[in-house]
Each structure stands twice: as structure tokens, then as C-alpha cells.
């Protein structure tokens, strides 16, 4: 008889419970404090987190309504000072950079509208003044060291009208051009500004209230001043002209190649009344200019000297007076160039200086007359007729 080991008891459902309790009892609990530490730090760091968010989100908003509060403001002068353009225009200063880095100021106050142009912001160098009352225009060229280089002091009513009409004009396109950028949020300096604007950096304040103009520009913007200067040089030039057989050669020499200097443009040989290079392949700092001045002094076949009677026309001007395929040949090459410099000469020389060229035609004239008048032979020579300069 065999004897069958006594089988186990089989472990009932309950006991399997407490067993499979005990054996994850601890495991559990760590499980669980370590859940509540992490749960405690992750709702710490998310309350962080939004806080933070909700300061950076309040100091943005904040900004951002300022930025906006300011180009509301500026974007409601600009179109209150458009508005005002015409006959009812108020006091303004507005300063802007072209973008081959000329310098513009214009300015109306109490009925004299101004325009300074000169090269670079330091301010040394060539610079141009035009004022005007309404009736007349003054224009002066001041050199280097502040004194008046050339002026011209213009009693046409037209040109003063011509020159408000241009003003307001390019006072619109900067205007637009600044409210283009300002709702495009397009920053001041941008690489490919050149190629869609052409002014940059424009600045304006409108002088409410009696409000004084800055001292930069008070210093200059005396309209009657300007034009006793210039009718006082213009008569110093006159008086060298008819004394000059009174003085002497050698001093005469010195005077004319001092005031030469005066009258050319710093950094160039070539542009200006006269020249000073000693050789043809001399040529100042700024090359491209200077070369465009070189050709055009040296290689035009015809014109006519200052106070000279040349192809029956007398030269009353002080310039020469060159023909007009010349000067169009001149105002290629600087735009070619396209620096602040070759601008500036452009400006000076077609806009203020050289307004007027010449074209030749053939004209039928008494070539030979008998001792009574009567006209014995007749042919055709080139009679010159004045022509108005384009604008730079």
C-alpha cells in the first residue's frame, strides 16, 4: 500500500491578496510619495511658468501699445502736414538722407520756404541754400569754410513757383514713402532700400504754438539777409571785372587762382570754375566725378566764354556756356556715377549754376556788304539759340 503525500492546500483568493498586498506594500508607497513630490514640483514650475508668461506678455503688450500709440501719433501729423502743403501750409522743419547719403532740410516759417542741401552729416563741405518769399528766390552756394562760393538772387516769379511746386512735391513722395514703412513695419536701414526708395531717416516736427525753430537752422534762415549778401557780392564781382586792368598781373594771377579754388569742388581737379590739375590724368579724390567734370571741360567743341560774343550771341554770365549735347553727355555721366558727390555737382551745375545751354543752326546771312550797305554776297553760317537745362 503506497502512502500519497499530502497535497498542499490550495491558497484561497483572499490569501492571495494579502500575499501579492505585502509584496508591493512598499514599492506602492514609495511610488506614491515619490508621484506627489513630482506632481507638487511640476504644479510649482507651471505656476512659474505662467506667471512668468504673464509679465513678458504684459511688458510686450505694453510695449507694443506704446509703438503703436507713436506711429498712430506720427502717422496723424504726417497726413495732418500733407493736408497742408498747398495754401494754408503751417510751420514745419523735416530732415531726411537720400540714399547715396545727401543731406536734405526743409523748412517753411512765418512765409519763407527753405531747402539746405549739402554731402555728408558732419556738415563740412559743398552746401546749397534756396529760400524763398512766394515772389522771388534766393540761391547760395557757401564752400567749405562757410563763405558764400556763388549766389543768384532770381526776380522771376516763375522760378520762385517753380521751385514751391518741386518742394511740395518731394515733401509728398517722402511723406508717402515714411507712411509706406511705418504700417509695413519696415526698419530705417535696409539693404535693398535704394532699389523702391529714395529718401531715408526722415525726421519732421511741426512748430505749433509760436514754437521757435532749432538753433541749426535759425542761424541761417534769414531770407532778406541772404539776398543783401548776394546783391553785395555780386557787386564785389562786378567791381573786380571793371578794375581788373588796374591791378597787377602778378597779383591779378594770385587773386584769380585764389578765387579759383574757392569755386571748385573739394576733393576734385576738374569740377568747378576752372581747374587745377597739371597733367590730363590728374584727378581728385572723388575719380568718378572728377572724370565726368574733365570730359566735359576738355572734350566739348563748342561754347561760348563768360562775357564773350561767340556764333552771334553775347555771353553775359560769368560761366561758360557750353552746347547742349555736351551738358546731356555730362548728366549722363554723373547719374552713371550715382555718388553724393556726383549728385551734388549735378544739383549745383544744371539746377543753379548752368541753367541755360546752346544749339547751332545754319541762318542765312549778309556775308559781304558794298560801301553804300547794300548786301553783295549771301551765305549760311551757325547762329546759337539758348535752350533751358532738364533739371538734375
Not at 3 to 19: D, G, R
Not at 22 to 28: A, E, H, V
Not at 156 to 170: D, I, W, Y
Not at 337 to 355: E, I, P
Request: proline share 2%.
Amino acid at each position: 500500500m503506497e502512502l500519497k503525500s499530502p497535497k498542499a492546500k490550495k491558497k484561497s483568493s483572499i490569501a492571495k491578496l494579502i500575499s501579492w498586498g505585502r509584496m508591493f506594500k512598499t514599492p506602492l508607497l514609495i511610488l506614491f510619495l515619490l508621484g506627489t513630490t513630482n506632481c507638487e514640483r511640476e504644479s510649482e514650475v507651471t505656476e512659474l511658468d505662467s506667471n512668468f508668461k504673464m509679465q513678458s506678455f504684459d511688458s510686450g503688450h505694453l510695449r507694443h501699445k506704446h509703438r503703436n500709440d507713436t506711429e498712430k501719433n506720427k502717422i496723424s501729423e504726417i497726413k495732418y502736414l500733407r493736408r497742408h502743403l498747398n495754401r494754408d501750409i503751417v510751420n514745419f522743419v523735416m530732415t531726411d538722407v537720400l540714399v547715396d547719403g545727401e543731406v536734405e532740410n526743409r523748412v517753411h516759417y512765418n512765409g519763407v520756404t527753405a531747402k539746405e542741401t549739402y554731402v555728408g552729416a558732419d556738415g563740412v563741405g559743398l552746401k546749397l541754400r534756396q529760400l524763398t518769399d512766394g515772389r522771388h528766390l534766393v540761391q547760395v552756394i557757401y564752400n567749405q569754410n562757410g563763405a558764400i562760393q556763388d549766389c543768384e538772387y532770381v526776380t522771376q516769379g516763375k522760378s520762385a513757383r517753380n521751385f514751391l511746386k518741386t518742394l511740395r512735391k518731394e515733401l509728398k513722395l517722402a511723406l508717402d514713402e515714411e507712411i509706406y514703412r511705418i504700417v509695413n513695419n519696415q526698419p530705417k536701414n535696409m539693404e535693398n532700400e535704394k532699389f523702391f526708395r529714395h529718401f531715408g531717416n526722415v525726421s519732421f516736427r511741426i512748430l505749433n504754438n509760436g514754437e521757435r525753430l532749432p538753433p541749426d537752422i535759425s542761424s541761417w534762415l534769414d531770407y532778406d539777409n541772404l539776398k543783401m549778401e548776394c546783391l553785395k557780392r555780386h557787386k564785389e564781382l562786378q567791381f573786380m571785372m571793371e578794375n581788373k586792368n588796374k591791378v597787377g598781373e602778378t597779383s591779378l594771377a594770385r587773386s584769380k587762382r585764389d578765387t579759383m579754388e574757392l569755386l571748385r569742388v573739394p576733393g576734385t581737379k576738374w569740377c568747378g570754375k576752372g581747374f587745377s590739375a597739371t597733367r590730363y590724368s590728374q584727378l581728385g579724390g572723388h575719380t568718378r566725378t572728377d572724370r565726368c567734370c574733365r570730359v566735359h571741360d576738355l572734350r566739348c567743341p563748342f561754347w561760348i566764354g563768360g562775357m564773350e560774343k561767340k556764333y552771334g550771341i553775347f555771353n553775359w554770365r560769368v560761366n561758360t556756356l557750353m552746347h547742349c549735347r555736351c551738358d546731356e553727355r555730362f548728366r549722363a555721366c554723373l547719374k552713371l556715377a550715382d555718388t553724393s558727390v556726383s549728385n551734388m555737382v549735378g544739383k549745383l551745375f544744371f539746377n543753379v549754376v548752368q541753367t541755360k545751354c546752346f544749339i547751332l543752326k545754319p541762318v542765312k546771312m549778309c556775308t559781304q556788304r558794298s560801301w553804300w550797305g547794300k548786301c553783295l554776297r549771301r551765305g549760311y553760317t551757325k547762329q546759337a539759340f539758348l535752350r533751358d537745362n532738364l533739371p538734375y
